[in-house]
Nanobody, 124 residues
Framework: DVQLQASGGGSVQAGGSLRLSCVAS????????IGWFRQAPGKEREGVSC????????VYADSVKGRFTISSDSAKKIVYLQMNSLKPEDTAVYYC?????????????????WGQGTQVTVSS
């Protein structure tokens, strides 16, 4: 079975850092794009970053460029999201998922196998 498990969230003060992990299983890691999304209370889910498992290309939302870094350990099938200089507006539940259809990498309707999410809370 295909599974994605996100972890690593927590509560930090503004300016702090967290590293999220997305452990993948049940599929060929190198054949898919894996994306990180987040959803804050009362807001729609938004794309944060994604990585192409085949060639390592990465994409970032403008709101996190220069602060977040996506990386992977293909042998362990883990995709990381290093989040630095965190801001209160980064507070959300963060999810990882697999992109299964062509189209914009920020379109969450193209992703499946969403993990359970991990809460990130940034206080000012």
């Amino acid at each position: 079975d295909v599974q994605l498990q996100a972890s690593g969230g927590g509560s930090v003060q503004a300016g702090g850092s967290l590293r999220l992990s997305c452990v993948a299983s049940g599929f060929n890691f190198e054949q898919y794009i894996i994306g990180w999304f987040r959803q804050a209370p009362g807001k729609e889910r938004e794309g944060v970053s994604c990585m192409d498992g085949y060639d390592g290309r990465t994409v970032y939302a403008d709101s996190v460029k220069g602060r977040f870094t996506i990386s992977s350990d293909s042998a362990k099938k883990i995709v990381y999201l290093q989040m630095n200089s965190l801001k209160p507006e980064d507070t959300a539940v963060y999810y990882c998922a697999i992109k299964i259809a062509s189209g914009s990498v920020s379109d969450d309707s193209l992703y499946r196998f969403w993990g359970q999410g991990t809460q990130v809370t940034v206080s000012s």
